[in-house]
């Protein structure tokens, strides 16, 4: 499967913005999915996942709370909410799919597909 993210951009702290990540093909009941984020000199980071039915969500301790991420599986995409946005969620994002075994991962290794990324800029 292909991944096709977008919705980055630049935003005030205290903003909100909507990432989208589009799918090649068909991914209910065949794709648990994800973002991770990776600043500038940081190591890439789980932000929040989603597996294949929409019914049980994960998301890293940073952005509990302000971030939701839900799929639209009629659409074959899945989107990240991000609301109260803060200079330290600047990062590029990048979303992930996996094969629906073991649950959602925090894990990049689970993760068989990726998107190019988007980035995510944020403003004090």
């Known amino acids: 499967v292909q991944l096709q993210a977008s919705g980055g951009g630049l935003v005030q702290a205290g903003g909100s913005l909507r990432l989208s990540c589009a799918a090649s093909?068909?991914?209910?009941?065949?794709?648990?999915m994800a973002w991770f984020r990776q600043a500038p000199g940081k190591e890439r980071e789980f932000v929040a996942g989603?597996?294949?039915?929409?019914?049980?969500?994960d998301y890293g301790d940073s952005v509990k709370g302000r971030f939701t991420i839900f799929r639209d599986n009629a659409k074959n995409t899945q989107y990240l909410q991000m609301n109260s946005l803060k200079p330290e969620d600047t990062a590029v994002y990048y979303c992930?799919?996996?094969?629906?075994?073991?649950?959602?991962?925090?894990?990049?290794?689970?993760?068989?597909?990726w998107g190019q990324g988007t980035q995510v800029t944020v403003s004090s």
């Open positions: 992930a799919a996996k094969i629906p075994r073991m649950g959602i991962s925090t894990l990049q290794v689970s993760y068989a597909y």
């Open positions: 093909r068909r991914t209910d009941r065949v794709y648990d």
């Open positions: 989603i597996n294949w039915s929409g019914g049980r969500t």
